[in-house]
């Protein structure tokens, strides 16, 4: 069965400063990948997605996601953190072939001016 | 640019009362989802319908929870009756119809936010 794992409940970093989100998932299989991010009270907007090709895939507002087969990983990177990013970011997995896409549990960002 | 409309955004309701929460996909999205997101948690998915069908509705607790889409449009789900445990955001997403460009990519609306009594 599907299954994603997110290692960490809450991250803080401070403004400017560089951020890595981790995330992995379990698939028999190559799954498509994604992250989405959260705002308080809002639903769910998609950051960017991998579903084959180039391991390294961008994604909208600066952030980047590695595919690391051999780690079954898919982390989340951004260079510098702006305080708008303050946010809740899920990671989710989805069998090929439409069936149901699977959400970790989340980890809540804090930025520190 | 377009968007997943749901209604009500906000619904307190007293345990053993019925509520109702509405959905409108994207135009054109064929599939469409309803997940459940207890606070702290991600969301869980309740039912996922391709147009009218049911494709997955495993996690739907099926004694208190129904989920339709008539027309393969808008849907509704209702939960009769509510019980504490199901306060809850309650998401709706939609994506194009498997097999598409797009498909497995969820567009989600802003939710539902249930409070049970």
């Known amino acids: 069965a599907q299954s994603v794992t997110q290692p960490d409940i809450h991250i803080t970093v401070s403004e400017g400063a560089s951020l890595e989100l981790r995330c992995n998932y379990s698939?028999?299989?190559?799954?498509?990948l994604f992250w989405y991010v959260q705002s308080p009270g809002q639903g769910l907007q998609l950051l960017l997605k991998?579903?084959?090709?180039?391991?390294l895939v961008q994604g909208i507002k600066g952030f980047e996601a590695e595919f690391k087969r051999s780690q079954s990983s898919f982390n989340l990177r951004k260079p510098s953190v702006h305080w708008s990013d303050a946010a809740e970011y899920f990671c989710?997995?989805?069998?090929?072939?439409?069936?149901?896409?699977?959400f970790g549990a989340g980890t809540r960002l804090f930025v520190k001016a | 640019e377009a968007e997943v409309a749901q209604s009500p955004r906000y619904k307190i309701t007293e345990k053993s009362q019925a509520v109702a929460f509405w959905c409108d996909p994207i135009?054109?999205?064929?599939?469409l989802y309803w997940y459940r997101q207890i606070l702290g948690q991600g969301p869980e998915l309740l039912v996922q319908?391709?147009?009218?069908?049911?494709?997955?509705d495993s996690q739907l607790p099926k004694d208190r929870f129904s989920a339709e889409r008539l027309k393969g449009v808008d849907s509704t789900l209702k939960i009769q009756p509510a019980e504490l445990g199901d306060s809850a955001m309650y998401l709706c997403?939609?994506?194009?119809?498997?097999?598409?460009?797009?498909?497995?990519?969820?567009?989600f609306g802003a939710g539902s936010r249930l409070t049970v009594l």
């Open positions: 997403a939609s994506s194009p119809r498997d097999g598409t460009s797009g498909a497995n990519v969820l567009t």
């Open positions: 698939y028999g299989a190559t799954p498509y």
């Open positions: 991998y579903f084959s090709g180039d391991t």
């Open positions: 989710a997995v989805a069998a090929t072939g439409g069936f149901k896409t699977i």
């Open positions: 135009s054109g999205h064929a599939t």
């Open positions: 319908f391709q147009d009218e069908s049911v494709v997955d």
